[in-house]
């Protein structure tokens, strides 16, 4: 086995797959989106793990970090590991390795939830087992994406992704409504035994789903490049990021998008908080979410397929800006007209209607636009630069809290506002692929 490229830039999955193969491999993707996305909805990071910790902490940082330290998680280790998976000529390994690692952490982490009583001691376990499984998403993150690059063709990528979404979300709906009954006030088992129990469901669902694509048939590269430690891959990246306008603006324009998002999980809050909002409609806005979900991904499916991914993240970034005036304007006007709790909680649905459109486009097509524009020879360096990048920008949107602390929230929202702005006009300029 040389040590050359990780595969030919002229590289096609046919050539070295056969159709069951690939219809196998492409099976495994979905059925592994699907597992993990509905475990997800039942421990869902902005509404559920946000609403658990409130119990726990009024600290508006510590609230504020929990999606910034899931998606720094799954970021921040690509460029440092990317070294490795690109001398490896079978990157399934790395996966199964990173999947234990999970695993365990889950465990461990429903476990606390159920015994341990202790505010404190709660909240140092969480963030310590958070943050590992965090973490351990991004080993096995950049693995994840070679591995789709290697086994499902181009023009499927973002089928694949949307299927992983649709599907997902139809057993997501039936999650959040088993969540909205066992977080409602009138339910028998309180906090936190309800919480308990979503956990613990949590960790069987995610773990199948994690163990399921430990089943994805990958052949090795006859090629790899030569291992090499971390300093050289940011130079690589750096002088990648300045060579290539392509890559460039689709790096600021996913760091827009991140910039945009940060005001989503303080919705509810803020709601519960400032207008006295019914806590029950947690479960209403994942359920909203779920169904919005399960709508939307068929359709930027075939968008993706028929179209372009580019046309499915334009479409995103407008639902995204939309998104931010709804909220804004709830904000602003919400006390001078003088509506009730009730109304102001369902004033909110809509927002994360549009927010689903939002997430989902960008999660049907940016990592599918993201491959199709990384040439093989370069593909691990560049994911993993891109998704390092983002993972300190990610850590940096965790001071959101401090902001709503300091200034409010409407001035999260304006700052979002800016962000979805400068994006929907990034994204115009990115031109598609075709590897």
């Known amino acids: 086995m040389s040590t050359t490229t990780a595969h030919p830039s002229h590289y096609q999955v046919e050539d070295h797959y056969t159709p069951l193969q690939m219809k196998r491999n492409f099976q495994l993707g979905v059925m592994n989106g699907?597992?993990?996305?509905?475990?997800?909805?039942?421990?869902?990071?902005?509404?559920?793990?946000?609403?658990?910790?409130?119990?726990?902490?009024?600290?508006?940082?510590?609230?504020?970090?929990?999606?910034?330290?899931?998606?720094?998680?799954?970021?921040?280790?690509?460029?440092?590991?990317?070294?490795?998976?690109?001398?490896?000529?079978?990157?399934?390994?790395?996966?199964?390795?990173?999947?234990?690692?999970?695993?365990?952490?889950?465990?461990?982490?429903?476990?606390?939830?159920?015994?341990?009583?202790?505010?404190?001691?709660?909240?140092?376990?969480?963030?310590?087992?958070?943050?590992?499984?965090?973490?351990?998403?991004?080993?096995?993150?950049?693995?994840?994406?070679?591995?789709?690059?290697?086994?499902?063709?181009?023009?499927?990528?973002?089928?694949?992704?949307?299927?992983?979404?649709?599907?997902?979300?139809?057993?997501?709906?039936?999650?959040?409504?088993?969540?909205?009954?066992?977080?409602?006030?009138?339910?028998?088992?309180?906090?936190?035994?309800?919480?308990g129990v979503l956990s613990i469901l949590f960790f069987v669902f995610a773990s199948v789903a994690l163990l399921v694509y430990n089943r994805v048939e990958e052949k090795p590269d006859p090629e790899v490049l030569p291992q090499r430690k971390i300093g050289a891959?940011?130079?690589?990246?750096?002088?990648?990021?300045?060579?290539?306008?392509?890559?460039?603006?689709?790096?600021?324009?996913?760091?827009?998008?991140?910039?945009?998002?940060?005001?989503?999980?303080?919705?509810?809050?803020?709601?519960?908080?400032?207008?006295?909002?019914?806590?029950?409609?947690?479960?209403?806005?994942?359920?909203?979410?779920?169904?919005?979900?399960?709508?939307?991904?068929?359709?930027?499916?075939?968008?993706?397929?028929?179209?372009?991914?580019?046309?499915?993240?334009?479409?995103?970034?407008?639902?995204?800006l939309l998104m931010t005036i709804w909220v804004l304007l709830i904000v602003l006007l919400g006390h001078p007209l003088g509506l009730s709790p009730m109304i102001i909680s369902f004033s909110l649905i809509p927002a994360f209607i549009l927010n689903s459109l939002r997430q989902s486009g960008i999660g049907v097509s940016a990592n599918s636009l993201l491959l199709s524009i990384t040439p093989p020879v370069s593909r691990a360096v560049m994911l993993g630069f891109t998704q390092t990048l983002l993972g300190v920008v990610l850590i940096l949107t965790g001071f959101a809290g401090i902001v709503v602390d300091v200034w409010g929230f409407a001035v999260l929202l304006l700052i979002t506002l800016i962000a979805n702005l400068f994006g929907l006009f990034l994204v115009r300029s990115i031109k598609e692929g075709k590897e």
């Open 34 to 195: 699907v597992l993990y996305l509905f475990a997800a909805s039942l421990f869902d990071p902005t509404l559920v793990l946000v609403a658990f910790l409130s119990h726990l902490t009024d600290s508006a940082m510590l609230l504020g970090l929990v999606v910034p330290i899931i998606q720094a998680g799954w970021s921040l280790p690509q460029l440092w590991i990317s070294g490795y998976v690109q001398h490896q000529p079978m990157k399934i390994k790395i996966y199964r390795q990173a999947t234990w690692i999970r695993i365990i952490s889950w465990g461990i982490l429903a476990a606390a939830v159920n015994l341990i009583r202790d505010s404190q001691a709660l909240l140092v376990v969480f963030f310590a087992t958070f943050i590992i499984s965090s973490l351990a998403s991004g080993l096995g993150g950049l693995p994840f994406m070679e591995v789709v690059s290697k086994t499902v063709p181009p023009r499927r990528r973002g089928e694949m992704f949307a299927w992983r979404f649709a599907l997902g979300g139809l057993l997501s709906v039936a999650g959040s409504f088993f969540v909205r009954w066992i977080l409602n006030p009138n339910n028998p088992l309180k906090f936190p035994k309800n919480y």
């Open 233 to 320: 891959q940011v130079r690589a990246g750096l002088r990648i990021f300045n060579e290539e306008k392509n890559f460039r603006l689709f790096v600021f324009y996913q760091i827009s998008m991140i910039v945009s998002s940060v005001a989503v999980p303080f919705f509810a809050v803020f709601i519960q908080r400032e207008f006295a909002g019914n806590t029950s409609f947690v479960g209403v806005y994942l359920i909203t979410t779920m169904i919005s979900n399960l709508v939307v991904n068929i359709l930027y499916g075939q968008v993706s397929k028929k179209m372009s991914n580019q046309m499915v993240l334009k479409i995103a970034t407008l639902c995204g």
